[in-house]
Structure formats: structure tokens, C-alpha cells
């Protein structure tokens, strides 16, 4: 092994003190290379590769590290032979490219695997390489860059979010697809019984758990276009403008079409009008009214989605048959959908030896949101810890459980306050999905 350089000596300092500097450890690797210094090149791009698992420059270094094209001699003539300490050429991959898998086993020994089967799964599922591993965390709406304008409404094309690409929820999925989607997704069968292109569905729950999700991919599963409208979009404080805005949505989405219109917190901008004591709120509310029967336009090609925490505020009118008259309970993502959303969160973060099928089962009841805090917890005392020693280290799940152990589900007070409702107030059997989840769960 050749003897170290100032300059490997001088990156090797820096690197200790910024670990996180990927180019830096980068550099440090390509001149241990160049050294011969093979071992400990490999530890070194592993670490950068940990830290940023698609940078190319890191993943070429690693090709070469492990038996590629060896480094050109410094006068330019001809190439160096590997060093003797480097491990040994790996068999190419099927395809041709380069092994990866097998360069892994190679450094297993210097940095630990991102993630582990837990100790005691039965059924063995659960790492699978699925489509739920694309979901995406419950995104806040997107609300128009103009609110006080007639045509700053921002309709966003169709998108390539898919029911595929949300993790789980499985029932949500078949309800969703056998009222709603099936209808519209065949012209044939819908003229032939009389049904007409257009639509309403309202989505409750509780909070964070990916209303706003579902609704970009019923626009995606149609290939419409989407539009998302917020309460603090639409009220305006001067009389008359909160209606000739909300009027102005529906154009944008009726000129749009066909148009998946997605309004958030329905029962602040439909809330019982019984209980308003300002009349133009009241007018706002009949306005919505008036928009959802097409009597201002034709809403032929709008599919209107709403979004409410508390279904049982909506005024009585937005429910009769012909608006939302359909209802779907998003409930806490089930088994399928934490994993998902857990590699999701863990994805760009320092873990190692994460047994998600135990994190799974600990966290039943956590909402989306509640997922991506316990993420952020176990981060910050991994963090926290690397600061008073000095030394980084990674996130294991001891932080994790910690986390999950410290926080509560967030869907318990909603389930608190929706058990009473759903007990005493299920007129019509308007909740008798919720009474069901909840016999099911002993919450009643």
C-alpha cells in the first residue's frame, strides 16, 4: 500500500468535519483510487452512496472500485493495473451493466443495510418491490395564484398519479371504482342506461390521511384535468365577490372539462346555513348550490370531489341526490399504505437495519401526517446525538420505536368526536361505513 499523501490527509480531515459533503468524500475516494488504496476507497464511496443513493458520479466510482476500467496513468500512458487491495471483479449483470447487487455484498461489512425483514414476520410480505412504494405523503391543495381574479384559477393537466400509486387502502380503492370511476370510464354504457357525465363525491375522515391525494388520482384515473379550491381561495370580504369568485371556478372548470374540481374544507364554505348568523355567507352557500345544478352553465364533463374533517357540518342541501350524493370514508392507511409512506419519509434519510414490518404494526391509527412526524422525531434525536458526540451516525430503529412510542395517533380525537355522531345521528345510514370501522377497531 503506498504511503498517504498531504493531500489525503488534508481531504481525510475535512471529510471528518463535514460528513455530509458528498462531492468532498467523492474526491477523497477517486485520489485513495488513484493510491491504490482500494479498502478504503470503497468505504468511502458506500458512505457517499448512503448519503445520496442515485448520485452517478458515486455509482461509477463504485463500477470502478469494484473491477471497472482502471484509472489512466498520470503521464498519460498506459493504464495502471487494478490495486491488489480492491475487492474482486464482480460477474456483469444479466443485462449486461454492472452488478450492483453483488458490489453490495461486497461492502456489506462497512455499511449496514437500509432496511431488514423483521425478526418475526410470518407471512414474509411486506418488502416487496410494489407499486405502493411510489405513494406520495398527503399534499396540501394548491389553491389559484390570484384569488381575486376572473381567470388566475391554476388548472393543473392531467397527471400521471394513479389509484395504482396509493399504497394500500384497498377498500377506498373498490368503492371508489364501483361508484364513481366505472360509470365515467365507459361512454357506451352510460348513454345506454341514461347516465349523465358528471358527478359529485364527497371524502371524509380524518385530517391527514390523504383526502387530497385520492382526489389527484381519480383526475389521473379519468385523464382530466384538476382544479383545487380551498375556503380562504373563494370568501372575499367584500359583498358579492366570495359568489362571482366561486362562479368563476366552476367556468374555469366547465371550460376546462373534462375537469376533476376539488373544493377542500366543504363544510366551512357549505356549512348548515341554519346556524350562520352573516348573510353573505349564507349567500355564498346558496351560490354553490346554484353552481353544482348547472343552472349558470353546463356542468357536463365536471366532476366535482369535496373534502371535509366534518362531514356531519355540511348543510343538508349539498347532500341530496344529484349533488354529493355520494359519500367515501378515507380512513387511516392500513399495513400496505405505512409502508409505503414509511420508506417514503425514510427514503432520502441515513437509516440502517429498519424492520419496517414491526414499525408497521406499532403505529395502527397513525394518519399520513402522523407517519411523516415520527420520521421527523427519530431524525432529530439521531441528529441531536451526532452533535454531542461528534460522531455522525445513522438512523436505527431504536429511534423510530423511541418516536412511535412518544406520539399519539392524531385520528383518535376525531374518532372521539365522530363515534357520538355516528351512533346518534346516522339518518339514512349516512355513516354506516364509520359504524362498521369502528365495531371493528372495539371503539364504540
Known sequence: MSEETP?????????EAAPEDVPLRLHLAGLLLDAGRGDEAVAE??????????????????????????????????????????PAPQAPAPDGGFDWQAAEREVGDVVPPRFVPSSDDSEGGGEGGRKEERLQPPLAADGPADPGGASTWDVEAAGAVRLADVGGMHEVKERLEAAFLAPMRNPE??????????????????????????????????????????????LDMWIGASERNLHDVFETARTSAPC?????????????????????????????????DGVNGDNEGVFVLAATNH????????????????????????????????RYHLRDRPVAGIELGKLVRRTDGFSGADLAHLCETASEKALLDSVRTGEPRMIGMPDLME?????RPSTDAWFAAARNVAMFSNEGGTYDDLLAYLKRKRKL
Open 7 to 15: 493531500l489525503i490527509r488534508s481531504l481525510r480531515a475535512a471529510v
Open 45 to 86: 464511496i458506500a458512505a457517499a452512496l448512503q448519503r445520496s443513493p442515485g448520485d452517478a458520479q458515486a455509482r461509477a466510482l463504485m463500477a470502478r472500485a469494484m473491477g471497472g476500467s482502471p484509472p489512466p496513468a498520470p503521464d498519460g500512458g498506459a493504464a495502471q493495473a487494478p490495486a491488489p487491495q480492491a
Open 311 to 342: 362531514p356531519w357540518d355540511v348543510d343538508t342541501a349539498l347532500r341530496r341526490p344529484g349533488r354529493f350524493d355520494r359519500t367515501l370514508l378515507v380512513l387511516p392507511p392500513d399495513e400496505p399504505a405505512r409502508e409505503a409512506i414509511l
Open 189 to 234: 354504457l352510460r348513454r345506454l342506461y341514461g347516465k349523465s357525465l358528471r358527478g359529485g363525491l364527497l371524502l371524509y375522515g380524518p385530517p391527514g390521511c390523504g383526502k387530497t391525494f385520492i382526489a389527484r388520482a381519480v383526475a389521473g384515473e379519468l385523464g382530466a384535468q384538476f382544479l383545487s379550491v380551498s375556503l380562504s381561495d373563494v
Open 403 to 407: 418516536a412511535a412510542k412518544q406520539l
Open 260 to 292: 376533476v374540481l376539488f373544493l377542500d374544507e366543504i363544510d366551512a364554505l357549505g356549512a348548515k346555513r341554519s346556524r350562520m348568523h352573516h348573510s353573505g355567507l349564507r349567500n355564498t352557500v346558496n351560490q354553490l348550490l346554484t353552481e353544482l
